[in-house]
């Protein structure tokens, strides 16, 4: 095996883990903002896969999105439980979800990619991968 198989290997044992180290981590994301520059990314292996380059004009956001069912407010007006139809799914990857807030915030950047940095019991974090438009 391959130092560089050996090191996605690792990143993904230790992502399934959750040792204290990732627990502090996302604890401390969760406090923070909802969209949030890096300055480099969690993954870097990930990342130069996604095409991702440590020079000027690339740079790392961060974005925390909801996990699970989109839920809408709507009144039961006397239903059962079973007929309220409250969660639904929206049809679309909390990732895209991800990358879609990244853009509307950086509207001078285009995408290159975004993963998985991590999760917890409510949110999904995300890094997308961006870079400034020439």
Known sequence: MGLHEYAVKSFAESSR??????????????KGKTIQRVEKPLNPLRARELGY??????????????????VRNSADLGRKPGKNRKRENPGKPWKWFAERKALRSHKNA?????YLA???????????LMRTKQ
């Not at 883990?17 to 969760?30: E, H, P, Q």
């Not at 991590?118 to 997308?128: A, I, L, S």
């Open 17 to 30: 883990n959750r040792s204290d180290a990732y627990r502090k981590r996302v604890s401390a994301w969760r």
């Open 53 to 70: 380059k440590a020079k000027k004009g690339f740079f790392v956001i961060r974005v925390r999105t909801k996990r699970g069912k989109r």
């Open 110 to 114: 285009e995408l290159i990619g975004s």
């Open 118 to 128: 991590g999760e917890d019991g409510v949110y999904k974090f995300f890094e997308v």
